[in-house]
């Protein structure tokens, strides 16, 4: 009891551990997806509106080109070209509807700001509102901010003269200039939705991190639960070995105590207990025996040598060697053999046994009188080998668990008859390894056919009937 509490709470710790490494693994998996997908779509929106800055001060630049004076004072006709803007040392009283007509682009000027500056980096005329940056900075591209904590993203392009090609003849882009024009478009809309896009995202991964936390939990039950299914038949397995061992255990022990409490001088009676002792050891040797088999077939780890084996031959010899034992429980043993040979590829030491355990349950649980046939079958590329009796049958709730450990229907007579319980268990696993089917088809009081179906054949096998 305490013993099964501990192995339960170890399995629930590797459940939990599980589980967080799943959720981390995910997780981590998840938040760098995230962080990606965050990085690229802010990237792209960033590209995007200094596109957008970009192509707006080109046209800008081609609207006013043409018009730019060439000498004199150019504040008059900036006046009149840019009524909108406001010109440095002159009083700013922009009429707010001009600036629509021609500068459609920048009509908005919460979001755009303008500044010219001539060829000697003095400022000229900008927007309606502080100017963004009054000395000049040539550098094509800036973030600034203004005093009250707005950013703005600002390109400077050069105003070229009209009729000038620039580096033509060697002569330098300052030469050729008129000036520059600086557009700059506020962060505002920019950095909402990046605040956006993070509170989406945030949103969604920790929605994320909840299931992945739940579907970890619940994967990691599914991954524990054949480990605990095949950790409690272990267990099982342990206790019904240990059971079954204590039991010819005493009995020899008491078999023993009693053979010593017997006068040397009465020799026929120690004579008839030690061959108590004698046949008791061996049903203890045979169950050890028996069990340490069963480990190594379902050593999954552990490969058997293989090679054709003739089925016709082992059917012929183990109706031979079965020939007394059957003769001495008077019950007829006869086989059933197809015309020619039939070889499958195997282990052929385990199918010997597999046949063999076949038949003592035969002829164990066969009453006297009764008969056993023993066939092999073709059917296309598939062989059957059956063991067919007459005995008492196995009722269809039993047919199932008969292949279990131990499992015995009347544990009486089983032990009697010299039955370990462990039998159609070694058969079952031999045949799996074989990857045979062992089935059985009974009834009551009428009899049993046991069949072991290999899947494949080896060529120049006899065919002849069916399965
Ligand atoms: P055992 O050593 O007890 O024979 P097995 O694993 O070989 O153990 O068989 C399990 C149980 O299946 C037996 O106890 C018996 O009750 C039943 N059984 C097996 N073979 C036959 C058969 N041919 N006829 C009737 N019952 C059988």
Not at 355 to 378: D, F, H, K, W
């Amino acid at each position: 009891m305490n013993n099964s509490l501990t192995s339960r709470q170890l399995f629930r710790r590797s459940r939990i551990r599980l589980a967080l490494w799943y959720a981390l693994v995910m997780g981590g998996i998840l938040g760098v997806f995230s962080i990606g997908l965050y990085h690229a779509l802010v990237q792209s929106r960033w590209t995007a509106m200094e596109r957008e800055i970009e192509s707006i001060a080109g046209t800008l630049h081609d609207s006013l080109k043409p018009m730019l004076p060439t000498s004199g004072d150019p504040t008059i006709v900036l006046h009149r070209i840019l009524p909108e803007l406001c010109l440095v040392a002159r009083p700013c009283n922009p009429h707010p509807t001009l600036i629509q007509r021609h500068t459609t682009g920048i009509s908005d000027r919460s979001i755009y700001a303008l500044q010219l500056f001539n060829r000697d980096g003095i400022l000229l005329a900008f927007s309606p509102n502080q100017p963004l940056s009054p000395s000049l900075d040539a550098r094509p591209w800036q973030t600034l901010q203004t005093p009250e904590g707005i950013r703005y993203r600002q390109f400077t392009i050069i105003l070229h003269m009209a009729h000038a090609h620039p580096h033509a003849d060697g002569i330098s882009d300052h030469h050729l200039s008129w000036g520059y024009l600086q557009l700059g478009r506020t962060l505002a809309t920019f950095d909402a939705e990046t605040q956006r896009i993070q509170w989406t995202l945030l949103t969604s991964v920790s929605i994320a991190l909840l299931l992945v936390v739940g579907s970890s939990w619940w994967l990691s039950g599914l991954a524990m639960q054949p480990i605990y299914h095949s950790y409690q038949q272990q267990q099982q397995f342990t206790t019904d070995a240990a059971h079954e061992l204590r039991a010819p255990l005493t009995s020899l022990l008491a078999t023993a105590e009693a053979a010593l409490h017997v006068s040397p001088a009465n020799k026929q009676e120690l004579q008839t207990i030690l061959q108590t002792i004698e046949r008791q050891g061996r049903r203890l040797g045979d169950l050890i025996a028996d069990l340490l088999l069963l480990t190594s077939l379902e050593d999954s780890g552990r490969t058997v040598p293989v090679s054709p084996c003739c089925l016709t031959d082992l059917v012929l010899d183990l109706v031979e060697e079965f020939a007394e034992p059957a003769a001495a429980a008077s019950v007829e043993l006869r086989p059933q053999l197809p015309g020619g040979d039939v070889y499958v590829m195997g282990n052929e030491p385990q199918l010997y046994r597999l046949i063999t355990n076949l038949i003592t349950n035969a002829i164990r649980y066969t009453p006297s009188g009764g008969q056993i046939e023993i066939g092999l079958e073709v059917r296309h590329q598939s062989a059957c080998i059956y063991v067919k009796d007459t005995g008492i049958g196995i009722a269809k709730t039993e047919q199932r668990r008969i292949f279990d450990r131990f499992y015995r229907i009347d544990s009486d007579r089983s032990r009697k008859t010299g039955g370990t319980g462990l039998g159609l268990a070694i058969a079952q696993s031999i045949a799996r390894q074989h990857h045979a089917r062992l089935r059985v088809e009974s009834e009551v009081d009428r009899g049993s056919i046991f069949t072991v179906e290999f899947a494949q054949t080896l060529p120049h096998s006899a065919s002849t009937t069916t399965c």
